[in-house]
């Protein structure tokens, strides 16, 4: 079966660093978008960065210049670097993305279960 599993979140101070990495794994035909979103209490879920399989990458405005995305294709995972941690980063993090499961399938989206990522100030 194919699934998305997170890890790397914590417990960090303010002004501190996590890298989140999350790997795919089962029968994947190709990967295309790969991206990392957050969901804080009482708050919608909102995407933090994006990378394309051409490694074309956007993020959050809130996080630009602090974090960075990055995908290994070969090894079907894609990290989130994440430096100045802010109290206001603290949300359960989730890996997304848009898989191919076949030859001549369309992408569909898949999600991890989320790793908790704490900012204590």
């Known amino acids: 079966q194919v699934q998305l599993v997170e890890s790397g979140g914590g417990l960090v101070q303010a002004g501190g660093s996590l890298r989140l990495s999350c790997a795919a794994s089962?029968?994947?035909?190709?990967?295309?978008?790969m991206g990392w979103y957050r969901q804080a209490p009482g708050k919608q879920r909102e995407l933090v960065a994006g990378?394309?399989?051409?490694?074309?990458?956007n993020y959050a405005d809130s996080v630009k210049g602090r974090f960075t995305i990055s995908r290994d294709n070969a090894k079907k995972t894609v990290y989130l670097q994440m430096n100045s941690l802010k109290p206001e980063d603290t949300a359960v993090y989730y890996c997304?993305?848009?898989?191919?499961?076949?030859?001549?399938?369309?992408?569909?989206?898949?999600w991890g279960r989320g790793t908790q990522v704490t900012v204590s100030s």
């Open positions: 997304n993305a848009y898989l191919i499961v076949g030859p001549g399938l369309t992408p569909q989206s898949y």
């Open positions: 089962g029968s994947i035909f190709s990967i295309n978008t």
């Open positions: 990378v394309t399989n051409g490694g074309s990458t």
